[in-house]
């Protein structure tokens, strides 16, 4: 069975951010500087892709359901609102392009049946993208393929699960992961033929779609490291073929 890829038409400014991982709800969420991206989205009249883990969404299933509970500010259905008020600018402007499944917002998912990025995308009126995977961006008359989803693993390299991404959708010119609250960005290059038959190297880009959760006790407890926060700019040439990906602009060591 054939699946449509969504096809994303940018303003006139060609951004795109990527929202990963904000948690809202959590302890540790870093609202002020989300806030911050936001406005910025705003400003520059930027279209943003939700990228899972929205809401941290920590219900009584699982192991240490107490300590997950106790690591949240907010009930679910608060950051459930939150959430809502805080897109809900973007959706009227049209400026939502999809909302990916993250494994926090899937824990209702599991529990009860109850998908909260498939009803915060009914509410806002924008597409679903379930786990995410292929998409199509139109700047101009440029058309740009790109993979994203929320992603699942936690190794120490950070760029084997984009390589794997990369692998399965051939024609992506860009691959995006969250989950594991990474923030970076590489270019790999490969070898191809031109238009004329001769040698020519092409860049694709993978990204990992950073957080707004400050350095939590768990992932101290673990001795993990703490990472800066933020969230990748995406710009696409309309004129010429190239994507540019900025993770200094919005990015934040706390």
Not at 13 to 22: A, P
Not at 110 to 128: E, F, T
Not at 146 to 172: M, P, V
């Amino acid at each position: 069975m054939s699946t449509a890829i969504p096809l994303v038409r940018l303003s006139r400014t060609r951004y795109c951010l990527l929202f990963s991982d904000i948690h809202i709800g959590a302890a540790e969420h870093a609202e002020k500087q989300f806030d911050e991206a936001l406005a910025w989205a705003k400003e520059h009249e930027a279209m943003i892709v939700l990228n899972g883990d929205i809401v941290e969404n920590a219900i009584i299933e699982g192991s240490a359901a107490g300590e997950k509970i106790l690591g949240q500010a907010q009930f679910p259905t608060e950051q459930f609102k939150i959430a809502l008020d805080k897109f809900k600018p973007f959706a009227k402007r049209g400026k939502i392009a999809g909302i990916t499944l993250g494994n926090h917002d899937a824990r209702t998912r599991r529990s009860a049946l109850l998908d909260l990025c498939d009803l915060l995308s009914h509410a806002l009126g924008v597409p679903y993208w379930g786990i995410g995977g292929l998409c199509r961006f139109m700047a101009g008359d440029q058309l740009y393929h790109g993979a994203i989803q929320h992603g699942r693993g936690g190794g120490k390299n950070i760029w084997n699960e984009l390589d794997k991404l990369l692998s399965l959708y051939a024609q992506a010119e860009f691959a995006a992961l969250g989950h594991n609250h990474s923030f970076a960005h590489r270019e790999v290059c490969h070898l191809g033929v031109g238009k004329s038959g001769e040698e020519v190297v092409s860049t694709r880009h993978q990204i990992r779609t950073g957080s707004y959760l400050y350095y939590p006790s768990y992932v101290r407890e673990m001795v993990g490291l703490p990472q800066p926060i933020g969230t990748p700019i995406l710009r696409f040439g309309n004129k010429v073929h190239e994507i540019e990906v900025d993770t200094s602009t919005l990015r934040w060591y706390e």
